[in-house]
DNA sequence: TAGATTGTTAATCGATTAACAATC
DNA sequence: TAGATTGTTAATCGATTAACAATC
């Protein structure tokens, strides 16, 4: 294995490695070539092989991939190992969703809390967490050194909770506000609106 | 203007220049060069120029580009002049996270209805939309001439849905299922795990 | 007019794809 | 061993950045 750069390209497809693999497993099959792999998944063999090898020589000549191990080590590489503590600020709509989503627990992304300003919300519990006033949030980090920030926030106030977090320890930012916010952290967007508009751009594009 | 190909990169960075330029024209800035625009948004002012010369010369040489003027012409760009009508397959957290979303509705992303095979649900109603049975959807996205379908279900039956939404003339898929769904429409992917996972890479990888 | 800044062509950089020797 | 398929180097392709003439 030699040591080489892993591009955002490279990044943003272990994933999708990682799912396909998950798949394949779960059917029983136990081998599968870069070309089979890179067939299924819209992409190029040659690719497969080479953003694989960013990370280790996992397949064997005249062979092909073991797909358990494969699947381990990509589990492994993308940091599924462990397990993570998370908050989310903001409890409106998508916050709520979120801490409502089951596919995270399942992965060890465990939401332990929620924050907000508004007084009607503070109090309830949502799937069991609570939801605590904003202005306990970095103690409450600090306290329980959560790992990740979900911003699901007002967009005025996403930098500063952003700032918040960070000061507090927090060692990662999932931001779903539609702004973009600078931080010393990883930090990952989902901007719901940005790609709905990628989409009305398409279907347009499309006549 | 000269023809040429609008790449991926270039349209995923339309709507982060539409915002931009929302933020400025708010702002009340009447003007702005490629370079001013470039700092703020973290790009580069050729790109910037690269950019906008896809779809027109909208600038203007030693002036710069008007705010208010390229605003509208980038949100005629990405088919925001119009409305759409949105149904949503799946009326879980997620769906019903995305039906309370204001966001949308403001800018002309109408949802009508939600579809879910759970009797508990159909017969409710969400922000004042109905929830009604998988059953119906076809007919219901014929008769109402439904723009974009997003799908919120289960990971098993997407593939199914897609098909039936596109067989009943939907003309683009926004999917939040993780899987790779098919489609001869255009289609968007909000896989919030694969985001998660790349966010846990980065977390591990800082180290 | 002189200064500023675009539109556009050319150069660079990085990512994808092809080719093939190594090897299971 | 022979066939298959990897790991890796080389070639190609496309996107980003630089440069500069055109022009407001």
Do not use: C, W
């Given at each position: 294995m030699k040591e080489r750069k892993v591009s955002e390209a490279v990044i943003r497809?272990?994933?999708r490695y990682y799912r396909q693999l998950e798949l394949l497993n779960g059917k029983g099959v136990d081998r599968i070539s870069s070309s089979e792999l890179a067939q299924q998944m819209g992409l190029n063999p040659s690719q497969v092989r080479q953003d694989l090898n960013c990370f280790g020589g996992f397949g064997q000549q005249g062979y092909g991939y073991p797909?358990?191990?494969?699947?381990?080590?990509?589990?492994?590489?993308?940091?599924?190992?462990?397990?993570?503590?998370?908050?989310?600020?903001?409890?409106?709509?998508?916050g709520q969703a979120l801490c409502k989503y089951e596919g995270f627990a399942q992965?060890?992304?465990?939401?332990?809390?929620?924050?907000?300003?508004n007084e009607a919300l503070i109090g309830q519990t949502i799937a069991g967490r609570p939801i605590?006033?904003?202005?306990?949030?970095?103690?409450?980090?600090?306290e329980n050194s959560v790992d990740i920030g979900i911003i699901s926030a007002r967009r005025r106030s996403a930098q500063q909770i952003a700032d918040t977090m960070v000061e507090a320890g927090i060692r990662a930012i999932w931001n779903f506000v539609p702004v973009d916010v600078t931080v010393s952290v990883p930090i990952e967007n989902i901007q719901l609106?940005?790609?709905?508009?990628?989409l009305s751009y398409r279907l347009n594009a499309q006549e």
């Open positions: 497809r272990l994933p797909v358990q191990n494969l699947h381990k080590e990509i589990a492994n590489i993308l940091g599924l190992t462990r397990s993570y503590k998370l908050v989310i600020a903001g409890a409106g709509n998508i992965k060890g992304f465990e939401v332990i809390a929620l924050f907000d300003i605590l006033h904003v202005d306990q949030m970095s103690g409450f980090i600090r609106s940005d790609s709905m508009f990628v």
